[in-house]
């Protein structure tokens, strides 16, 4: 059996399709399967994977019965026979050493360790500065260990860049009952399950940015999508008696759109809550002023303000014995 399998769902793939595939042959390390699963695609893209199939019978085609990348990872896990489990979009590049070291980590991890690594967006233009910042957030959390501090600001592993053992993840379920997007909602799972993320710190990731990426272009990958998941993940992951939220950006009307709407009580607060003598949505705005510690307290902060005033927020939460990660969250 082969000691990795790297799942890849394929959909109108065809330009890159040979181009991630041959990143995967070229690995210095050589014991792994590729699945990949054709999600009713109707370019050349299965094609395309015939050819490497027929050459080399690490390569696997199967073909997707359902419509969607969900059911195309279920079909692709249950196809999986490798002790570690990985992912491979169709578009992207993997470096030649990326399966070796995440190998060679996990070979000496504890249990329910995930292994991740540096991301690199590369494409055929600029790379626009949000792309960028995203980029340099998710390595710099990664690295330092912030993984699971940062869960509810944004998706904080990368689907193609994760290596975990497959026993570990069929043990919480797989990928079955999860909602879209999958990859945060997989995320979701782990931090539920208590799973440590370590970082090499090795780029093992090239991460292709184009317009008909999925994420550009599939409903299920917008921002009101990724708050519904995050709220309702929130609501149901961490108990509290008493919320707060902080903000009165966008950030903060999603989140507390999503909460009148379920029904949830809270409390909103800003900086400057004079701006809103009116309130918001016939909601009072009060002053973060009146922010005290006590048993059960949950803060979401719907800002992100720039470093230096970070530092001061987060040294006023202290004061306040609010611990990020634990009382107090960005979104």
Same mark, same amino acid.
């Given at each position: 059996m082969p000691k990795v399998s790297l799942i890849m769902p394929f959909f109108q793939a065809e330009r890159f399709l040979r181009e991630a595939l041959l990143s995967v042959?070229?690995?210095?390390?050589?014991?792994w399967e590729l699945i990949a699963v054709n999600d009713q695609s109707t370019d050349a893209g299965a094609e395309i994977v015939s050819e490497f199939v027929f050459e080399d019978a690490r390569f696997r085609l199967f073909?997707?019965?359902?419509?969607?990348?969900?059911? !195309?990872?279920q079909l692709g896990l249950k196809k999986a026979r490798g002790k570690y489990i990985g992912r491979i979009d169709a578009d992207d590049r993997f470096p030649e050493e990326r399966l070796r070291l995440m190998v060679d980590f996990l070979e000496g991890a504890k249990p329910k360790t995930i292994v991740t690594g540096l991301a690199q967006y590369f494409s055929d233009r600029p790379i626009s500065k949000g792309y960028a910042k995203y980029q340099n957030w998710l390595n710099e959390t990664n690295l330092n260990g912030y993984t699971w501090e940062e869960i509810y600001r944004e998706c904080p592993i990368a689907s193609p860049n994760w290596l975990m053992?497959?026993?570990?993840?069929?043990?919480?379920?797989g990928f079955d009952?999860?909602?879209?997007?999958?990859?945060?909602?997989?995320?979701?799972?782990?931090?539920?399950?208590?799973?440590?993320?370590?970082?090499?710190? !090795?780029?093992t990731l090239l991460w292709r940015e184009h317009p008909a990426r999925t994420s550009r272009n599939s409903e299920h990958y917008q921002q009101e999508a990724f708050f519904r998941l995050k709220i309702r993940r929130f609501i149901e992951l961490e108990s509290f008696e008493e919320l707060i939220l902080w903000g009165s950006g966008r950030k903060a009307r999603i989140t507390a759109a999503l909460l009148n709407e379920w029904g949830l009580r809270f409390r909103w607060m800003d900086l400057k809550p004079?701006?809103?003598?009116?309130?918001?949505?016939?909601?009072?705005?009060?002053?973060?002023?009146n922010i005290e510690a006590r048993p059960g307290l949950k803060l979401l902060i719907g800002?992100?303000?720039?470093? !230096?005033?970070?530092?001061?927020?987060?040294a006023f939460l202290i004061s306040r014995l609010l611990r990020k990660g634990r009382d107090y969250w960005y979104l």
């Open positions: 042959l070229e690995q210095d390390f050589e014991d073909e997707n019965d359902q419509k969607g990348i969900l059911p !195309a990872l053992r497959r026993e570990e993840l069929l043990k919480v379920g009952g999860l909602s879209y997007p999958e990859d945060y909602d997989w995320c979701f799972r782990c931090y539920q399950h208590q799973f440590d993320v370590q970082s090499l710190s !090795a780029t004079s701006r809103y003598p009116n309130g918001i949505n016939d909601q009072k705005i009060e002053d973060y002023r800002v992100y303000p720039n470093p !230096a005033e970070r530092k001061d927020l987060e």
